[in-house]
């Protein structure tokens, strides 16, 4: 069956930068883009970019350009996902999807991750 | 792309139907079919509910449907379950230059 395992959650300073895993098993990793999605505390979802894991080609939302990075490792199945230069609203749930492109949707998510920024 | 506009909250008693509107533009909503939504439980990740506008995926009750017209869809619930309770997000591709998707604003359903 398909999973989607991210790492576990991080606290981080301002102007620190994270970076979160998702370990994909049961399909082609190869074979489907990887999206992020993030959901700060109390708000609603937000699209931040997506990878072909098999080309490393990737879309940035705007907002994000210049301080996200997304990467892929297919020897092990894994995408990242890199924020940097962090602040204190990036504090947030950050989510990895499997990305169904041709339709336009997520049916499989990641568990999420919890990153948090303070001082 | 500025979020997709949908009410903040939407409640119903159980048996009754309820409307969700998801409101874009003719860059987003209004120029495809690849519309979707998503349920969400408080700590859970979403889970998807209704693609391509009106299609469902595996598992997904056929109380749920999905519709479009202009650039606003709309998710109906019918039938009306305790269980339906929870947080509602649209999601639609987009051309632009600011996101290649983008998501709703979010409503509340709460069963009475």
């Known amino acids: 069956q398909v999973q989607l395992v991210q790492s576990g959650a991080e606290v981080k300073k301002p102007g620190a930068s994270v970076k979160v895993s998702c370990k994909a098993s049961?399909?082609?990793?190869?074979?489907?883009?990887m999206h992020w999605v993030r959901q700060a505390p109390g708000q609603g979802l937000e699209w931040m970019g997506r990878?072909?894991?098999?080309?490393?080609?990737?879309n940035y939302a705007q907002k994000f350009q210049g301080r996200v990075t997304m990467t892929r490792d297919t020897s092990n199945s894994t995408a990242y996902m890199e924020l940097s230069r962090l602040r204190s609203d990036d504090t947030a749930v950050y989510y990895c999807?499997?990305?169904?492109?041709?339709?336009?949707?997520?049916?499989?998510w990641g568990q999420g991750t919890l990153v948090t920024v303070s001082s | 792309q500025s979020a997709l506009t949908q009410p903040a909250s939407v409640s119903g008693s159980p048996g009754q139907s309820i409307t969700i509107s998801c409101t874009g533009t003719?860059?987003?909503?209004?120029?495809?079919?690849?519309v979707s939504w998503y349920q969400q439980h408080p700590g859970k990740a979403p889970k998807l509910m209704m693609y391509?506008?009106?299609k469902w995926p595996s598992g997904i009750s056929n109380r749920f449907s999905g519709s479009k017209s202009g650039n606003t869809a709309s998710l109906t619930i019918s039938g009306l379950q305790a269980e339906d309770e929870g947080d509602y997000y649209c999601?639609?591709?987009?051309?632009?230059?600011?996101?290649?998707?983008?998501f709703g604003t979010g409503t509340k359903v709460t069963v009475l």
């Open positions: 999807a499997r990305g169904d492109d041709s339709s336009g949707y997520y049916y499989f």
């Open positions: 003719s860059s987003d909503v209004g120029s495809y079919n690849l």
């Open positions: 391509e506008v009106s």
């Open positions: 999601c639609s591709y987009a051309t632009g230059s600011t996101s290649l998707y983008v």
């Open positions: 990878i072909n894991p098999n080309s490393r080609d990737t």
């Open positions: 049961g399909y082609s990793f190869t074979g489907y883009h």
